[in-house]
C-alpha cells in the first residue's frame, strides 16, 4: 500500500519506479492460460518476454511475483524454485506464465528499488507465502470513521533494540539491488547493486557486497568477480543454498560466474548466448534450464559450466521441468516449441537426449500460443478453434480431456489460479464480462467445472497487467476472502467452504475511541482491498501467515462499498468472524517470532525511526526506535534465518545518500522462551459454526499480552474432529445451478439422463443426484449417503452424440499430408461400438470398439478435392452417423483467363479460366464481366455470357483457394460481325518464345505493325493475337469500322476486300518482321476461321458458297504443304498430341484423293489450344501431379 501525503526525497528516490515503467514496456504479450498462487496476487494479463530483447529480471518489475518475505528455508523440492527472467534469483515464485505457486516455494532473496514519491520499494516481485493480492496503486488516507488517536497508544516504554547500520558506500547513483539471504542458519548476505541507463537501456554499473555476520558488516565483492565485470543478475541454486550463479550484462560480455561457497569466490564462464532467464530443478542441485535471447532453450548440468541446446523456438517462460511422482524421468522438460511452419506444440523430452527422434508429442495436435500450463498433477492447453476457445487438462499425465465449463459460459479469457488442494481454480472472463471474472472449481480430476462467485473485481496493476481481486487466507484450508462487483458498486465476501457459501464481512463494533459504529448488513460492512504489494519488502493491503491462523491484517474501509480513500488498517484474531481497527493510517505490518507478534511501520512516504510492536494481536502497540536519525525506509526483511531473531531495513537518509542497512537483533524484546502455560486453545468457526471444512479445528495461541518468545517445534493445531455431513458440505454438480430454496437443480442446457460413452455394458456408473462434496471436505455420515451419486449399472443404449473432427480442427488438408480424425461418441457403449470411418476418396476403415480410434485415425490423400468423410457407430441397438467435408488442396501458382478475343454482340459466349495446378471442386471463382459492380461466383471454371452492347469489354476472374487468391483479366471486342485470319511463323521465332502474356503483346503489336506495311487498312480496325503455347500461331480480326451508317453490306465487302489484300501479301511471304538484328520472322497464312465471315445471320447463300470454295482452296494448300514436307507447327502440334486422330485431320473427303481437304471443325478454339498444349506437355512427361512444367505446374485431382 502508498499514502500519498507528505513531501517525498527528490530524484534519487524516483529512479526504482521508472526503472519499473521502462521494464514493463518491453513486455506486451498475452498469455492465455495463466496462473497465480491465491495467496499472492493472481495475475491475469502477463507481460511477457519479446523475442530477441534482453530482458534483465532486475529491470522487469511489471511482471509480478509472490515471494515470501520471512525467508525462510524451503520446505519443498518444488520445481518451481527456480527462477527465471520474472523470478527472484533463487526465489521460489509464481507468475503467472509459469504457474508458479508461492505456496509451496519460499524466496532467498528479493530485488528492490528507490521509488520517487513515496520512498517505497520498486520491486520485481510480489509477496510472502501468507498474503493476497496486489496493490492497485490508488490513492488512499484516513477510513471513514476518523479517531484523533495516537498510534502509539498503549505502553510506550521503549526497550533497546541492538541494531547495526551499514552504509554501502559509494552506491548512491545505483537505483536497483537485489538482495540474497540464504537462511538455514547461514549468516551471509549478498547484495547486488545496479546502475541501469535508462537512454541506453541495460546497466553500466554494478556492486556486489557480501556479509557474513548477518548484515553487521559487508564486504566489496568486485575484486572477486573482475573489477571491469557488469553483473546483471544473481541466482542462487534453491536446492543447495552454497552455490550462486551471477550473470553479466550482455552488452558488455555474455558469461557467468559461479561459486560453490555462498559467494566467497568465483569462476567465470563464457557463454555462447544471452540468458533471459533460469529455472532450476527441483530436486538436482547441478540441473538448470537456460532461455536464451532468440527463443532458444538450453540445459546444463554441471550448474552452468557448460551448455547444450535442447529445442529452438520455444515460446518464453513456457517450459518446465519434471514433476515428482507424475513423469518417469527426473530431466524431463515440458516445454512449447514452435513449427517450421509457424505453428505450436506441446513437446517433451530428456535433456541429454532431445533430438527429434527422441522427442514426444503429448498432445496428438497444434496448440494456442502460451497456453501451455505444467502444475502439480494437472496439464492445461489451449487448442486452435475458430470462433470459441477450446481447452483441455491432463489430469496426473493421463490422456488429455477437454475441460467442461457451464455451456454457455463461451470463456473469452481463462486463467488457472491455483491447482494446489487437489481441485483447480480458474478465473474465467465469459462473453458478457469486460473487467471482471467469474471464479470456478473443478473436481478433482480438473474436467468439470462449477461456478463458485460471479463478478470478482479485478485491478489493473502499474504495468497494466489484471490481477483478480481474490486472496487465500494462509493457514485455514477453504477460506477464501474476494471483491465482488455488484451493479456499480464493489463489496468484500469471505467463505470458509470453498466457495460454497459467501458472506459479507462484519464491521467492527466500537472505533479505536470506544464509541459505536452504526454498521447494520447488509447495507453497510467491512470492505478490505485485497492487493499485494509489489515491493516483497513491504507487507501489502493484506497479510496472513500459516503460522498464525486466524490472524488476518489489511487495509480497508467501512460503508456500503469498497474504497480507496478513507482507508484505515484493520485485524481479526478468529479468523474473519469479527474486527477491530489499529491504525486510522496504512502502515505495513509484518509478522514477527512465526506468527506470535506483529511489527508494523508506517507507509515509507515519509522519513521515520520508530517501529510498533505488538504482542496481544494487534490490541496494544509499544514503540520502539530502529534508527538514531529518521530514515526513509524502502523495504524490510524479517525473519530471514531460520533461527535468529532479526529485521533489517533499507532506506535512504536523503535522496543523495547511501543504500542504509540497518540490522535488527529484536530478541531483547522478549522476556523468556514461552511454556505451556503462556498458550490457550482456539477453535474456529464460522459465525459460531464450529464445524469449517467437515471439521472442529482446535489450535494452540500464544496467550495475548505474554512476552515470551515461540519455540521452534511450536504445534499449531492441537486437534482435528470430523462433523456429521450437512447440506453446506456439499456444492452443486457440473451442469446443476443453486435456485432461491437452496437446491441444486439442472440447468436447462443440461440432460441428466446422458450416460458417458465410458460407461460399458456390465459396469457401473456414478448417477449424480445434483451435488458434490466440497473437495478437501473431511465431514462423515449424515447426509453423505444421500448426496453423493449412486452406483448404477450401465444401460445398453444405442450410439448416440457421434462427432467426427480433425486433429486440429480445420477442414482442410494439404494433398499428401497425415491427416488425423477423432471420433468422438456421447452416449454408447464404446467397448461394443463398432466404428466405420469412409474418407470419400474410394477407402474406408472399421474398428471393433470406439477405444482402437482414441489416437486417432490417419488417412493420406493422393488427390486434391473435397471430400465427404462419412463416420458411423453402430451396435445391437441402434446407429449414429455424421459427415465431415475435407477440402484437400494443391498449391496453386497460376491462373490463365481463356476467352475469344471478338465476340458477337447478343451472342453467347464461353469464358474459361485454367487453374494449375488443377484443383477439381476446391476452387471459388469470381467472375467480373462487362462493367457489373458485382461478381458473379462460381464453383466451376467456366461461365457463359452474353455481351449486348458493342465495344472493348474487360473481363477479369479472381481464383480463391484456401488462402491464395489468384487474378488474370483479358480484354474482348465485340461486334455485329467481323472477319479473321490464323497466322503462322517461320519456326525460327519458337526459339525466342518464352510463353508468357507480356512477350505475345509485344510480339502482337509488331505483327500488327508488319501487317500495315502491306495493307491500308485502317489500324485501329486490326487486332492481332497471339496464342499461348509453342509452336506460336496468331488470329489475325478485321473489324468493321464503328460507323456503319454506309450498310451492312458495304461494310462487309470491305472485310472482304482486306482480307484478300493481306492474304495475298501473305502467301507471298510480303509480311516479315524482325525480331532481333539478324533475326527475320516470316508470317504465314494458314487458315480462315469459321467465325463469321460476314454475319451471324445465315441468309446469304453466295456467302456460303465462298466460305466453301476458301476450305477447299485451303486443304488443298495444306496438302501440297505435307506433300513436300512443308513444316507447319500448328499441324504439328496437333498430331503431336493426338496422334490416334492424324489420318482424320488429313484425310482427304474431296472428290479425290489428290485433293485433300480439312473440315474446319477440326481447327482448335484458343482455350481447345491451351488443352492441347497441356496435354503435350503431359505426354511427353513433364505434367506430373504436382510438378511444374515452364511457369505452369500440374497438380493430379479427382
Request: glycine share 6%; with cysteine; charged share 20%.
Amino acid at each position: 500500500m502508498e499514502t500519498w501525503a507528505g513531501f517525498c526525497p527528490g530524484l534519487h528516490l524516483s529512479l526504482g519506479i521508472w526503472v519499473m515503467i521502462a521494464a514493463l514496456a518491453l513486455q506486451n504479450a498475452k498469455a492465455e492460460i495463466t496462473c497465480a498462487s491465491c495467496p499472492s496476487p493472481v495475475q491475469l494479463h502477463l507481460e511477457k518476454l519479446q523475442p530477441g530483447m534482453r530482458t534483465d529480471p532486475t529491470e522487469e518489475p511489471g511482471t509480478l511475483k509472490n515471494i515470501r518475505l520471512e525467508f525462510m528455508e524451503l520446505v519443498d523440492n518444488d520445481q518451481n524454485i527456480g527462477v527465471d527472467d520474472d523470478h527472484e534469483a533463487a526465489v521460489s515464485v509464481e507468475d503467472n506464465a509459469a504457474l508458479r505457486r508461492a505456496k509451496r516455494s519460499g524466496p532467498e532473496f528479493a530485488e528492490f528499488s528507490q521509488s520517487r514519491w513515496n520512498g517505497r520499494t520498486g520491486v520485481d516481485a510480489g509477496a510472502p507465502e501468507d498474503r493476497g493480492s496486489l496493490l492497485e496503486g490508488q490513492k488512499q488516507g484516513r477510513s471513514d470513521f476518523r479517531w484523533n488517536r495516537d498510534e502509539g497508544r498503549g505502553n510506550t516504554h521503549e526497550p533497546k533494540l541492538t541494531s547495526n547500520t551499514f552504509a554501502l558506500t559509494g552506491d548512491s547513483a545505483h537505483n536497483h539491488a537485489v538482495v540474497y539471504w540464504s537462511g538455514q542458519n547461514s549468516s551471509v548476505i549478498l547484495i547486488l547493486t545496479k546502475l541501469y541507463d535508462f537512454h541506453i537501456g541495460s546497466v553500466t554499473e554494478s556492486t556486489l557486497w557480501r556479509s557474513t555476520d548477518y548484515g553487521s558488516t559487508y564486504e566489496r565483492m568486485n575484486d572477486k568477480v573482475g573489477s571491469k565485470t557488469v553483473l546483471s543478475y544473481l541466482y542462487v541454486c534453491p536446492t543447495n543454498k552454497r552455490k550462486i550463479m551471477v550473470l553479466t550484462d550482455p552488452e558488455f560480455e555474455s558469461s557467468v560466474l559461479i561459486s560453490s561457497d555462498e559467494g566467497a569466490s568465483y569462476q567465470k564462464y563464457r557463454l555462447t548466448f544471452y540468458v533471459l532467464s533460469l529455472l532450476f530443478h527441483p530436486t538436482e542441485e547441478d540441473w538448470a534450464l537456460a532461455y536464451s535471447h532468440d527463443q532458444k532453450l538450453y540445459s546444463s548440468v554441471d550448474f552452468g559450466r557448460k551448455w547444450q541446446l535442447i529445442h529452438e523456438h520455444v515460446t518464453p517462460n513456457r517450459f518446465y521441468w519434471s514433476v515428482s511422482g507424475l513423469d518417469k524421468e527426473p530431466d524431463l522438460v515440458h516445454m512449447e516449441a514452435h513449427t517450421p511452419d509457424g505453428n505450436v506444440q506441446y513437446v517433451t523430452c530428456r535433456v541429454q537426449m532431445c533430438s527429434e527422434a527422441n522427442r514426444n508429442y503429448p498432445f496428438p495436435g497444434y496448440i494456442d500460443i502460451s497456453s501451455l500450463v505444467v502444475q502439480d498433477d494437472y496439464i492445461f492447453i489451449q487448442v486452435p478453434t475458430s470462433g470459441r476457445a477450446t481447452y483441455y487438462v491432463s489430469y496426473k499425465r493421463d490422456s488429455f480431456i477437454q475441460i467442461k465449463l457451464p455451456k454457455y459460459s463461451l470463456p473469452k479469457d481463462l486463467h488457472i489460479v491455483s491447482t494446489d488442494e487437489k481441485q483447480v481454480f480458474a478465473a474465467v472472463q465469459e462473453w458478457n464480462q469486460n473487467d471482471t471474472y467469474n471464479l470456478y472449481l473443478s473436481d478433482t480430476k480438473g474436467i468439470y467445472f462449477t461456478l463458485a462467485m460471479e463478478n470478482v473485481k479485478t485491478t489493473r496493476g502499474i504495468g497494466g497487467n489484471q490481477m483478480l481481486d481474490l486472496y487465500e487466507v494462509a493457514g485455514i484450508k477453504g477460506m477464501l476472502i474476494t471483491n465482488k462487483r455488484q451493479d456499480s458498486q464493489v463489496k468484500t465476501y469471505i467463505t470458509y467452504n470453498k466457495g460454497r457459501d459467501w458472506r459479507l464481512l462484519q464491521a467492527p463494533a466500537t472505533d479505536l475511541d470506544g464509541n459505536d459504529i452504526h454498521c447494520i448488513l447488509p447495507f453497510c460492512s467491512l470492505h478490505l482491498q485485497l492487493q499485494m504489494s509489489e515491493n516483497p519488502y513491504l507487507s501489502g493491503a493484506i497479510s496472513t501467515k500459516s503460522s498464525a491462523p486466524g490472524i488476518i491484517v489489511a487495509t480497508g474501509n467501512i460503508g456500503a462499498e469498497l474504497s480507496y480513500n478513507n482507508v484505515g488498517m484493520f485485524i481479526s484474531s478468529d479468523a474473519g468472524n469479527s474486527w477491530r481497527q489499529i491504525f486510522e493510517e496504512e502502515h505495513n505490518v509484518w509478522f514477527l517470532d512465526k506468527g506470535g507478534a506483529l511489527v508494523a511501520v508506517k507507509q515509507p512516504s515519509v522519513p521515520t525511526r520508530h517501529l510498533w510492536v505488538s504482542f496481544d494481536e494487534g490490541r496494544q502497540w509499544i514503540q520502539h526506535s530502529f534508527s538514531s536519525v529518521p530514515l526513509f525506509v524502502d523495504g524490510v526483511l524479517v525473519e530471514a534465518g531460520a533461527e535468529n531473531q532479526i529485521m533489517t531495513f533499507f532506506g535512504h537518509l536523503s535522496h543523495r545518500s547511501e543504500w542504509q542497512l540497518i540490522k535488527i537483533d529484536y530478541k531483547s524484546i522478549f522476556s523468556r522462551k514461552c511454556t505451556e502455560e503462556d498458550y490457550q486453545t482456539w477453535h474456529l468457526h464460522n459465525q459460531g459454526e464450529p464445524c469449517v471444512m467437515g471439521q472442529k479445528q482446535i489450535y494452540m495461541k500464544r496467550r495475548p499480552g505474554n512476552y515470551c518468545m515461540l519455540g521452534k517445534d511450536y504445534s499449531r493445531i492441537l486437534s482435528a474432529e470430523s462433523c456429521i455431513c450437512r447440506a453446506h458440505d456439499f456444492e452443486c454438480d457440473y451442469g446443476y445451478e443453486r435456485r432461491g430454496d437452496g437446491n441444486c437443480r439442472p440447468a436447462f442446457w443440461f440432460n441428466p439422463s446422458t450416460v458417458s460413452r465410458s460407461c460399458r455394458q456390465g459396469q457401473n456408473y456414478l448417477n449424480s443426484t445434483g451435488y458434490r462434496k466440497v473437495v478437501l471436505n473431511n465431514c462423515t455420515k449424515g447426509v453423505k449417503e444421500m448426496y453423493t451419486a449412486r452406483k448404477q449399472q450401465c444401460p445398453n443404449r444405442p450410439p448416440k452424440g457421434l462427432l467426427l473432427t480433425t486433429k486440429d480442427g480445420k477442414l482442410t488438408a494439404n494433398l499428401g499430408s497425415n491427416v488425423t480424425f477423432l471420433v468422438h461418441l456421447d452416449e454408447g457403449d464404446s467397448l461394443r461400438t463398432n466404428i466405420q470411418l469412409d474418407f470419400g476418396d474410394g477407402t474406408a476403415v472399421s474398428y471393433s470398439n470406439l477405444s482402437w480410434t482414441e489416437e486417432g485415425i490417419k488417412h493420406i490423400y493422393k488427390s486434391a478435392g473435397i471430400f465427404r468423410v462419412t463416420a458411423l457407430a453402430e451396435n445391437t441397438l441402434g446407429y449414429d452417423t455424421t459427415t465431415l467435408f475435407l477440402h484437400v488442396t494443391c498449391p496453386v501458382e497460376h491462373v490463365q483467363l481463356l476467352a475469344p478475343f471478338v465476340v458477337i454482340r447478343n451472342k453467347e459466349v464461353n469464358i474459361t479460366a485454367v487453374v494449375l495446378p488443377s484443383h477439381s471442386r476446391t476452387v471459388t471463382y469470381f467472375w467480373w464481366l462487362g462493367n457489373n459492380t458485382e461478381p458473379v461466383i462460381s464453383l466451376d471454371g467456366s461461365i457463359s455470357y452474353t455481351f449486348p452492347n458493342e465495344g472493348m469489354h474487360t473481363i477479369t476472374v479472381q481464383m480463391a483457394a484456401a488462402n491464395t487468391i489468384l487474378q488474370d483479366t483479358k480484354t474482348i471486342a465485340v461486334k455485329e460481325f467481323f472477319k479473321s485470319l490464323l497466322l503462322s511463323f517461320s519456326p525460327n521465332l519458337d526459339e525466342f518464345n518464352p510463353d508468357i502474356p507480356e512477350w505475345r503483346q509485344d510480339v502482337g503489336r509488331v505483327i500488327k505493325k508488319a501487317l500495315l506495311q502491306v495493307s491500308d487498312f485502317p489500324e485501329e480496325q486490326l487486332l492481332v493475337a497471339v496464342f499461348p503455347g509453342v509452336p506460336t500461331a496468331a488470329e489475325l480480326f478485321l473489324l468493321p469500322h464503328k460507323n456503319q451508317s454506309e450498310g451492312k453490306k458495304k461494310s462487309e465487302e470491305e472485310l472482304q476486300q482486306a482480307s484478300d489484300i493481306i492474304v495475298s501479301a501473305l502467301n507471298q511471304n510480303l509480311v516479315e518482321f524482325e525480331l532481333k538484328p539478324g533475326v527475320r520472322v516470316i508470317v504465314y497464312n494458314t487458315q480462315l476461321t469459321l467465325a463469321p465471315l460476314v454475319d451471324s445471320n445465315p441468309r446469304h447463300s453466295s456467302s456460303a458458297m465462298l466460305m466453301l470454295l476458301s476450305v477447299v482452296f485451303l486443304g488443298l494448300a495444306v496438302f501440297l504443304i505435307y506433300k513436300f514436307k512443308r513444316k507447319i507447327p500448328w499441324i504439328n502440334i496437333y498430331a503431336e498430341v493426338n496422334q490416334e486422330k492424324e489420318q482424320e485431320m488429313i484425310g482427304s473427303v474431296g472428290q479425290g484423293d489428290s485433293t485433300p481437304k480439312i473440315t474446319l471443325s477440326e481447327f482448335s478454339t484458343s482455350k481447345e489450344l491451351m488443352e492441347k498444349e497441356l496435354d503435350a506437355r503431359v505426354k511427353r512427361g513433364v505434367g506430373n501431379a504436382c510438378e511444374s512444367t515452364r511457369e505452369i505446374p500440374n497438380c493430379t485431382s479427382v
